[in-house]
């Protein structure tokens, strides 16, 4: 089945203590990003990736680090939680940037609590 | 993607009744996706469009491009309580998909 895996789905952490949600796709997908749900601000993308190796920045990157060194997986680390980053957190993947490859599939979806 | 705002923030409605959200933006709009997310779900695409002036349909639910390109509509027509759900609209750029803040449909039987 066409999916994104993201792991974990539930945390609870504290704050400075490093941790890592991993993404994974098996749609051979170049492009994948990350997301984050917050009530009344909607989706809003952290970092994303056009294809192995290439990395940039969405519209709220600070506190986070991704990487892409396989097509497949795309993890999002933040090295020092704070409770700001209290958070769902959604992966999300499309075949590319053209118009007919242009639809994302997110994962379930991570819901992180940073106490 | 260009900036898009999104109205209502919530709305409730009886069973039956219709539901319209819409999506506006100041700025010319290469196209525009339609995604619902159900409670405790994630966001699952409902629809893209491209051309000005684009009417699609699936099933109880009508999508639209307005002609300047700079507004889209989704209208559901006699709601049902499976129609639950947060609905938001998204632009896409080159290189990013950028989301409204979505409308929050709750449906009373």
């Known amino acids: 089945e066409a999916q994104v895996t993201q792991n974990p789905r539930y945390l609870i952490t504290v704050t400075g203590k490093k941790l890592t949600v991993t993404c994974s796709q098996n749609?051979?997908?170049?492009?994948m990003s990350w997301y984050r749900q917050d009530p009344g601000l909607g989706l809003r993308q952290i970092y994303y990736s056009m294809n192995v190796e290439v990395t940039d920045k969405g519209d709220v990157p600070e506190g986070y680090k991704v990487s892409r060194k396989e097509k497949r997986n795309f993890p999002l680390i933040l090295e020092s939680p704070s409770p700001n980053q209290t958070s769902l957190y959604f992966c999300a993947s499309k075949r590319g940037s053209s118009s007919g490859a242009n639809v994302l599939t997110f994962g379930a979806g991570s819901r992180l609590t940073v106490l | 993607g260009q900036q898009v705002m999104q109205i209502p923030q919530y709305q409730h409605v009886q069973e039956g009744e219709d539901f319209t959200t819409y999506c506006n933006s100041s700025t010319t709009l290469s196209n525009i996706q339609w995604y619902k997310q159900r409670p405790g779900g994630h966001p699952v695409f409902l629809i893209q469009l491209v051309k000005s002036g684009e009417v699609k349909k699936q099933k109880r639910l009508t999508f639209q491009f307005g002609e300047a390109k700079k507004n889209s509509s989704l209208h559901i027509t006699a709601t049902q309580t499976t129609d639950v759900g947060t609905y938001f609209c998204?632009?896409?750029?080159?290189?990013?998909?950028?989301f409204g803040k979505g409308t929050m449909l709750l449906v009373s039987p």
């Open positions: 998204a632009s896409s750029g080159y290189s990013t998909l950028t």
């Open positions: 749609m051979n997908h170049e492009y």
